[in-house]
């Protein structure tokens, strides 16, 4: 039987993180997996579940989910890379194998620049590795203005996040966003916009300098670009691979758990 996941609450520089941990005593290295802006945790359900023989973490980034309770007001990227090496500290984890997808992926790719010898590999998916140009951030402050008609605002955010296709065949997808993106509040909404998309620094020579077995996945329709330097699997979707593809993604998952090494 799969064990169920025990949620628990871990304080980082950035201030209070909801992780929710799936034990395994097998000793293998454990995975863990942070989702991008607007979801929560759940993005990953598919792929946590199938994972049965080693310990799982999936994470609350910063004011999503279960971590919206003192979270301190000016947080960047970087704040969330110590974040992350933070969780793995205080769950006592030497080294893992992490797995991101946008948001996610950035702060990992960070934290795995900085710490190598934390991370087995990396996997990241529709990872933005390059700052908002200043068309990209005029279209970010226009549909902020569109806040107060919340409904049509996740609509919207749902086709820039969704292929066309995907939406197509599964025009639920919309409620997969709007779950988690109902919590948050206008203010909450730009603070994000601005720390992961606004404010992101250029992460090109991360991807060009990374020490870490890395293997990148995006979709056909994503507006992420390929990274440099990095094996890239392309696979039909738009941004959201992990819930418009989530036998791709799984598979994905698969082969960073196999190249893992064999721990005397």
């Known amino acids: 039987m799969n064990a169920i996941a025990q949620k628990s609450e871990i304080t980082t520089g950035i201030g209070k993180i ?37 310990t799982v973490i999936s994470v609350d980034m910063p004011l999503h989910g279960d971590s919206r309770g003192k979270i301190k007001s000016n947080w960047t990227l970087n704040d969330c890379a110590s974040m992350l090496i933070e969780i793995l500290d205080s769950l006592q984890i030497p080294k893992a194998i ?12 960070r934290a795995a620049h900085r710490h190598p010898e934390r991370f087995e590999s990396i996997g990241l998916c529709n990872m933005n590795f390059q700052p908002a140009a200043t068309k990209q951030k005029a279209i970010i402050y226009l549909q902020h203005s569109m806040l107060g008609l919340r409904n049509f605002y996740t609509k919207q955010s749902a086709k820039s996040m969704f ?10 997808l919309i409620n997969q966003l709007k779950r988690p993106m109902s919590i948050l509040s206008n203010k909450q909404i730009k603070q994000i916009d601005k720390a992961v998309m606004i404010n992101a620094d250029d992460a090109t020579y991360l991807t060009k300098t990374l020490k870490v077995k890395a293997i990148a996945l995006k979709g056909e329709e994503d507006f992420a670009p390929t990274p440099p330097n990095i094996e890239t699997i392309i696979v039909k979707s738009g941004h959201v691979s992990p819930l418009e593809r989530p036998l791709e993604v799984s598979d994905l998952v698969s082969r960073l758990i196999n190249q893992e090494k064999n721990i005397s």
């Open 18 to 54: 909801s992780v929710y941990i799936k034990n395994h005593t097998s000793g293998k290295l454990p995975v863990i997996f942070l989702h991008g802006i607007y979801f929560d945790h759940h993005l990953w359900d598919k792929q946590v579940e199938g994972i049965r023989d080693r």
């Open 163 to 172: 292929g066309k296709t995907s939406l197509k065949e599964n025009p639920s």
């Open 98 to 109: 992490a797995i991101g997808h946008s948001w996610g992926s950035m702060t990992i790719l």
